[in-house]
């Protein structure tokens, strides 16, 4: 591992895919973190052209930054599809600098997007383990989760519902039937009869609460009132 100045607001640590780079020190957003560097390839040379490897920095059609030198601590910088810095390239110049789009607090990983070529060709197959990522696939699950408890669920009350209805076509209780089914329909019924019942029987109950003793007598007299 290269040596790393304690001046350096970073230092290189484990990271969920193997090593990554941390802040040591606040890292104010817009700050320039690191230079990403390397030898400069021409791709109109085979020799150059030949070259295959996972740090290789594009700059343009025609130039690219060989960034696997060990002293090229940008290259410990993981990917992440939601990053606190991003790469800023000036191709004229052949440079690439690492720089902060958020305020980085001590402690957290210093992450920039590689770009689509790059997710597609080595993160794409494997799976991103970015956060961003793992958070989807976490509320993806979860979402999975609660489907499958919402159908079980459903099969259940179905399997229920059918329990009941063979209950009840056994006979054993035609009222269960008629609760079951809604209540609505019983009080339909009762309404059907004319209001005058139903008054009367509400009145009898109404005046069988407040003279609690006399129940009886309490409903002759409303009845006939
Ligand atoms: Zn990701």
Redesign the pocket.
Known sequence: MPAISSKKPYRIGRSRTGLGLFATKPIEKGAKIVRYFGPILDSRKKKDDAIENKYLFELNGRWTIDGSVRENIARYIN???KPNAESDVSPRKRKVVIRAIKNIEPGQEINYDYGTDYFKAY?KPIG???D??EKKRKKKRAEARAERLRLKAKAEKRALKKAEKQAAKAGQKPRQKLNGKSNGAKLNGLNGHGGKSTASKMIAVKSGISAKPKGKQGREVSASA
């Open positions: 990917h992440a599809c993160l991103c383990k970015c961003a990522c």
